[in-house]
């Protein structure tokens, strides 16, 4: 039975204050602020009268604590008004009129930029619209994107009433967007507990057993920082520094960073002690000079460790993150390794508040542009003014999640600019980013100074620079997911963009002339087109040519669907292999594309299929399938690793043998190339044939293919290979 907690709310200004300043010794506010803070607090409580949360707590004790957590990063007194009316609208009779009516139009505008996204978090909705509408609502005023962290920061807290589906939901959003979103917006201080919530609900026992790994060496992680303090502390003293000016603190990395690292593949397979920078010493000094000379000091009493210094003062980050990172040796065998980062006061608070701290120094920059702020929401501009080959809700949100919430690296321009562009990107995604146009005429690259193929993966501290035509377009081939040449979002709708401008007969003459060279190399020469066409949506086959012409259609699309289209009895070249060859258990693992290996699943984890999975070689029971996560696996030691094995769930219910033949010029490493081409795309091969004939290599497979679009993903990235002239499809007879 739940206990009525209305007594211990709130009476008056005083014991509000009192509430607010539990961990914050002073509140920087007006006596006009708190009087105004205090009506809104006394309007919610009354609006939300008797409304409870599922926990049985009245329901004004969640908007008291989220306005709690913006006075502790330091939010002026509209957004603590605006966050303590945020649900008002949602779940009362108030309306946003009469918000404006007693609040005024800037704090209705914030109430109702959350209370949009609310509306995407009710059970069962997909209402991608809202997630648009808040982001138009950041661009007008960013306070309102740290209302909902900090909303979303609480519920995670609380979440535990909810039913399991909406815990799941709720913690699988916020790994996917908001806490990305802290990290874009430099607000560090709610990432990190964002992540560890959302991760404490979604895989509980993983956390709680690296929780308790940590905790079995808390004293020692304690003694460890504790050492470390006073020996930097008393070098940085008998360098002349005042104590008073510094500040030198320990801490222990968040539990969500610790187990993505963990994932990694140098550290897969092992535990929780071999992750070597769980621990961290910040250290905060008044000017740049002294970031310099305390990381002097530092390398001159530890060892540092090569490869694990980074400078983001003089490389400041597009999010405005500045400090110096360096990681070093110590302990008595220099086997134990801890990473210092090194930042001036102003840096401090850009790192933990970000896009709050505007708030925090509005007096300096009153009446002024705030370019460190309008920077960090740059991004969100830009990609509001994408154009996207669907005007709807649904694809912003796939540009949002693809490209500007994924993990992100920093490349260079030739003239020292930094690039911001997520993981995976190319140089072609580069191109697209510095300008349209030199995306357009993009014919190669250099990676520091070496020539690279356009489907080159930069990497974070990579000097791009751009060899680019006079005149001239982009090629149809980018569109191709299959080559990979194109990884961003951004870049597509640019691409498409730009064939879209072409005249209508040019691109009904490519895209006719695109689809009839791919049916031709799949054996499908016959296939009626009238049956894609509803589909589509098109009315006539001209208007699919145009559709692929201009790159609305990609062609991996239209081969996808005729493959939907098309069943064995359709198509005479895809014969079934016999039940006996095939293993039709859709619970079924594949061993590096082996057949025949006993297998069996662990009773420890229980993987189900969908998990990312790994197997581990037995003494005489074959190998047994684990969750890649399973806390046994993490905890096997260096010597076990070895008899780990890559794994994948169960091949295809039903598969057929394709033949194929590969022409190519004869070369060192050609067969070993093709193989890895097929390994990488899980297939397996039934039968070879090579015949060489005057530096000419003609190679012919029977592969074991699920589809007609995976006949042509092979196909395309076999032609990819150099010196390969052609592959395509085998006829019968």
């Known amino acids: 039975m739940h206990t009525d907690n209305t007594s211990s709310l709130p009476n008056?200004?005083?014991?509000?204050?009192?509430?607010?300043?539990?961990?914050?010794e002073t509140l920087s506010y007006s006596e006009d602020e708190i009087k105004a803070i205090w009506y809104a607090y006394s309007f919610a409580r009354e609006s939300h009268g008797d409304q409870k949360r599922l926990s049985g707590e009245p329901y004004i004790t969640h908007p008291m604590q989220v306005s709690k957590t913006l006075i502790d990063l330091g939010m002026d007194?509209?957004?603590?008004?605006?966050?303590?009316?945020?649900?008002?609208?949602?779940?009362?009779?108030?309306?946003?009129?009469?918000?404006?009516?007693?609040?005024?139009?800037?704090?209705?505008?914030?109430?109702?930029?959350?209370?949009?996204?609310?509306?995407?978090?009710?059970?069962?909705?997909?209402?991608?619209?809202?997630?648009?509408?808040?982001?138009?609502?950041?661009?007008?005023?960013?306070?309102?994107?740290?209302?909902?962290?900090?909303?979303?920061?609480?519920?995670?807290?609380?979440?535990?009433?909810?039913?399991?589906?909406?815990?799941?939901?709720?913690?699988?959003?916020?790994l996917e967007i908001y806490a990305p979103i802290a990290e874009r917006l430099g607000i560090w201080s709610?990432?990190?507990?964002?992540?560890?919530?959302?991760?404490?609900?979604?895989?509980?026992?993983?956390?709680?057993?690296?929780?308790?790994?940590?905790?079995?060496?808390?004293?020692?992680?304690?003694?460890?920082?504790?050492?470390?303090?006073?020996?930097?502390?008393?070098?940085?003293?008998?360098?002349?520094?005042?104590?008073?000016?510094?500040?030198?603190?320990?801490?222990?990395?968040?539990?969500?960073?610790?187990?993505?690292?963990?994932?990694?593949?140098?550290?897969?397979?092992?535990?929780?002690?071999?992750?070597?920078?769980?621990?961290?010493?910040r250290i905060i000094v008044p000017s740049i000079p002294d970031c310099y000379a305390v990381l002097g000091l530092i390398h001159a009493e530890w060892s540092p460790l090569p490869g694990e210094f980074d400078d983001y003062i003089g490389?400041?980050?597009?999010?405005?993150?500045?400090?110096?990172?360096?990681?070093?040796?110590?302990?008595?065998?220099?086997?134990?390794?801890?990473?210092?980062?090194?930042?001036?006061?102003?840096?401090?608070?850009?790192?933990?508040?970000?896009?709050?701290?505007?708030?925090?120094?509005?007096?300096?920059?009153?009446?002024k542009r705030d370019i460190a702020m309008e920077n960090k929401i740059k991004w969100l501009r830009l990609m509001l003014d994408e154009p996207q080959s669907e005007d709807d809700a649904e694809s912003f949100l796939t540009l949002l999640k693809?490209?500007?919430?994924?993990?992100?690296?920093?490349?260079?321009?030739?003239?020292?600019?930094?690039?911001?562009?997520?993981a995976g990107a190319t140089p072609i995604d580069f191109a697209y980013a510095i300008h349209t146009s030199v995306g357009d005429r993009c014919r190669g690259a250099k990676i520091n100074g070496k020539l690279v193929s356009l489907d080159h993966k930069l990497q974070t501290g990579d000097q791009v620079q751009i060899l680019t035509a006079k005149q001239g377009g982009p090629s149809r081939d980018w569109l191709n997911p299959s080559l990979g040449l194109v990884n961003t979002q951004r870049a597509r709708s640019k691409i498409r963009n730009w064939f879209k401008k072409q005249a209508r007969e040019q691109n009904l003459a490519q895209g006719k002339s695109i689809l009839e060279k791919e049916l031709s190399r799949l054996g499908m020469e016959e296939v009626p087109l009238d049956r894609l066409l509803t589909r589509f949506d098109y009315k006539t086959t001209d208007d699919l040519y145009v559709g692929i012409g201009c790159g609305d259609v990609s062609l991996q699309r239209v081969v996808n669907m005729l493959s939907e289209l098309y069943t064995n009895n359709e198509d005479p070249l895809l014969m079934p292999i016999s039940p006996a060859e095939r293993q039709d258990d859709t619970n079924a693992v594949s061993i590096l594309g082996l057949k025949g290996m006993l297998t069996s699943f662990s009773s420890c984890c229980s993987p189900a299929p969908g998990d990312e999975i790994v197997g581990y070689i037995t003494r005489g029971r074959g190998v047994t399938i684990h969750r890649s996560d399973c806390p046994n696996i993490l905890r096997l030691q260096e010597s076990e690793r070895e008899r780990m094995i890559k794994v994948a769930w169960g091949e295809p219910q039903k598969t057929y043998p394709v033949s194929i033949v590969i022409r190519a010029y004869?070369?060192?490493?050609?067969?070993?190339?093709?193989?890895?081409?097929?390994?990488?795309?899980?297939?397996?091969?039934?039968d070879v044939n090579i015949k060489p004939s005057h530096n000419i290599a003609t190679i012919q497979l029977t592969l074991e293919v699920s589809d007609i679009g995976k006949l042509s993903v092979i196909l395309t990235r076999l032609e990819t290979l150099p010196n390969v002239i052609e592959a395509h499809r085998i006829k019968p007879g």
């Not at 070093?328 to 102003?346: A, C, H, S």
């Not at 190339?673 to 297939?683: H, M, Q, T, Y």
Request: negative net charge; charged residues 30%; glycine residues 6%.
């Open 315 to 367: 490389m400041k980050l597009p999010s405005g993150y500045q400090s110096l990172h360096t990681s070093v040796k110590y302990g008595p065998d220099k086997n134990d390794i801890v990473e210092f980062q090194i930042r001036t006061f102003d840096m401090h608070n850009e790192a933990e508040f970000g896009v709050a701290a505007h708030w925090i120094y509005k007096e300096k920059t009153h009446g």
């Open 666 to 686: 004869d070369r060192q490493g050609l067969i070993g190339d093709i193989s890895a081409v097929l390994r990488d795309e899980n297939v397996n091969i039934l």
């Open 190 to 281: 709610l990432k990190g507990e964002l992540e560890d919530l959302a991760f404490k609900c979604l895989e509980p026992e993983i956390y709680q057993q690296i929780l308790y790994d940590l905790e079995k060496s808390r004293d020692e992680h304690r003694a460890i920082l504790q050492n470390l303090i006073e020996t930097i502390t008393k070098k940085m003293v008998q360098s002349n520094m005042d104590p008073k000016n510094f500040v030198v603190l320990g801490r222990r990395k968040y539990i969500y960073s610790i187990y993505r690292k963990m994932l990694t593949p140098k550290y897969q397979g092992k535990g929780v002690d071999s992750v070597y920078d769980k621990l961290g010493i």
């Open 402 to 422: 693809q490209d500007v919430l994924q993990e992100r690296i920093y490349v260079f321009t030739p003239q020292g600019d930094i690039i911001d562009l997520p």
């Open 77 to 174: 007194a509209e957004t603590v008004i605006a966050s303590l009316l945020h649900d008002v609208v949602e779940d009362t009779n108030i309306s946003l009129d009469e918000i404006q009516e007693k609040f005024g139009q800037l704090i209705s505008q914030m109430v109702d930029g959350v209370t949009t996204l609310k509306q995407y978090e009710s059970p069962g909705s997909n209402d991608a619209e809202s997630i648009k509408k808040l982001f138009l609502a950041i661009i007008n005023d960013a306070r309102v994107i740290v209302i909902k962290l900090a909303d979303r920061l609480h519920n995670l807290k609380t979440i535990f009433p909810l039913p399991r589906d909406r815990q799941i939901k709720t913690a699988r959003e916020t």
């Open 12 to 24: 008056n200004i005083d014991e509000l204050l009192k509430f607010y300043q539990k961990s914050r």
